[in-house]
């Protein structure tokens, strides 16, 4: 996995409806205490707490209406394959919870079934997660190395236990379900809750997927949150009367775009012979079989 190499710290998008209301005495939008006090009496916090449970709640309604999409089991075995491919090589991703390595790409170690990498936050908030629930693991020890370095490259602390740590951990079923949680809580469930937002079928729930575990969910430039309203800029989403293969279009774009910003001459078939081939095939609710090809490397699943 290659990220923006921006440190995310939540994995959904920050929603600034009324938050003029949530602002202390004196306290501006951008964290300065100059210009005109702007206070919050506890009636406007409360109204604004309702207005954004109620627009939660019309969300979520709206996500329950949708068919299942990405989320039916089946589906959902078929996108982390297809990620798989581009993450790991591989169709058997369930052969990946013990991959370890340095990419040499500013992250540090990426490791896991969705690559999370020391140095994005993503595998500290896994690794303090699976040590409240299993506090003698063999990855409990590295916590302090893991905070220290959350944010760089740096293997400091880590070196040379940490790799093999890992794959040791990853033998242990506890485990495994931890990094299949975590995966659906930072990635899998807010992109095809977001992809379902917008109106996008099977195809564009993996397409956000994809994109928020390569990039991040963050709203940087590179992030996934970032691109997707640069790519709402070019084209409406279904959700807003758009169609869906021209929204796509325009988001595969901005994709690529930002890979090549961040490493100019990145391999972007992820996108170029897989994504985007799904996408001209008219592959929308992404039926087998299914034939792509990544990092010079062709796949098929009958």
Same mark, same amino acid.
């Given at each position: 996995m290659k990220r923006s190499g921006v440190l995310w710290l939540a994995a959904v998008p920050v929603v600034a409806t009324a938050a003029v209301y949530l602002l202390g005495p004196g306290e501006s939008g951008d964290g300065s205490t100059g210009g005109p006090a702007v206070s919050a009496s506890p009636n406007a916090r409360e109204a604004a707490?309702? *207005? @954004?449970? =109620?627009?939660?709640?019309?969300?979520? #309604?709206?996500? @329950?209406?949708?068919? &299942? %999409?990405?989320? !039916? &089991?089946?589906?959902?075995?078929? #996108?982390?394959?297809?990620? #798989? =491919? $581009?993450e790991n090589s591989t169709l058997r991703w369930r052969e990946t919870y013990g991959a370890i390595e340095d990419l040499g790409d500013g992250v540090g170690y990426t490791a896991g079934i969705v690559g999370?990498?020391? %140095?994005? /936050? +993503?595998?500290?908030?896994?690794?303090? #997660?699976?040590?409240? !629930? /299993?506090? +003698?693991?063999?990855? $409990?020890?590295?916590? &302090?190395?893991?905070?220290?370095? +959350? %944010?760089? !490259?740096s293997h400091e602390g880590l070196d040379p236990g940490f790799p093999a740590a890992w794959r040791a951990? $990853?033998?242990? &079923?506890?485990?495994?379900?931890?990094?299949?949680?975590? *995966? !659906?809580r930072v990635y899998f469930d807010p992109a095809v809750r977001m992809a379902k937002l917008d109106g996008l079928g099977t195809l564009g729930q993996f397409v956000y997927y994809d994109a928020m575990v390569f990039h991040g969910p963050d709203a940087s430039p590179e992030g996934f949150y970032g691109m997707r309203e640069r790519a709402m800029r070019k084209a409406k989403t279904p959700g807003e009367g758009g169609g869906e293969k021209a929204f796509l279009e325009a988001f595969l774009d901005v994709r690529r775009a930002a890979m090549l910003a961040k490493e100019p001459?990145?391999?972007? =078939?992820?996108? +170029?012979?897989?994504?985007?081939?799904?996408?001209r095939e008219g592959n929308l609710e992404l039926n087998t079989p299914l034939t792509w090809a990544v990092y010079g490397e062709t796949y098929r699943i009958p």
């Open positions: 707490k309702e *207005r @954004a449970e =109620s627009e939660r709640a019309k969300d979520d #309604a709206l996500v @329950a209406s949708r068919p &299942p %999409g990405l989320a !039916d &089991p089946a589906k959902k075995e078929l #996108a982390q394959q297809i990620l #798989a =491919s $581009a999370f990498c020391t %140095g994005t /936050h +993503d595998l500290l908030a896994l690794v303090e #997660a699976y040590t409240e !629930d /299993h506090p +003698d693991n063999g990855l $409990a020890a590295y916590l &302090p190395a893991l905070r220290e370095v +959350d %944010g760089t !490259d951990e $990853a033998e242990k &079923p506890e485990f495994r379900a931890a990094q299949e949680a975590e *995966r !659906d001459g990145a391999d972007t =078939s992820r996108v +170029d012979t897989a994504q985007r081939r799904f996408l």
